[in-house]
């Protein structure tokens, strides 16, 4: 079992930056691929970014934060992290840190997920 806890939401104004974190627990953190997610009111959770573990940092994003957002791990720290710059108030959602164990990053393939933390941007 891997616990996964963000932080680093809050509310900001368009055109500003947040960084969130995912601390885990409970699971080699160094074996995992990580990734973030987001679900917006209304709306199905979308895929954000993961990062793989293979030692090269392999990263893929959405069409729809390519550019803006840059997700990031921290073995020695457990953490993985979401930079997120020139945010819109079509990235207002909550974003879910996840992981899976299979060496993977197609979405549909994260299994341990946390409980999220919102994120509003204000026109």
């Known amino acids: 079992q891997v616990d996964l806890r963000e932080s680093g939401g809050g509310l900001v104004q368009a055109g500003e930056s947040l960084r969130l974190s995912c601390t885990a627990s409970?699971?080699?953190?160094?074996?995992?691929?990580l990734g973030w997610f987001r679900q917006a009111t209304g709306k199905e959770r979308e895929f954000v970014a993961a990062i793989i573990w293979r030692g090269d940092s392999n990263t893929h994003y959405a069409d729809s934060v390519k550019g803006r957002f840059t997700i990031s791990r921290d073995d020695s720290k457990n953490t993985v992290y979401l930079q997120m710059n020139s945010l819109k108030p079509d990235d207002t959602a909550v974003y879910y840190c996840?992981?899976?164990?299979?060496?993977?990053?197609?979405?549909?393939?994260?299994?341990?997920w946390g409980q999220g933390t919102q994120v509003t941007v204000s026109s």
């Open positions: 409970g699971h080699t953190f160094s074996r995992a691929v």
């Open positions: 996840a992981a899976n164990y299979k060496g993977v990053w197609v979405p549909t393939e994260f299994n341990f």
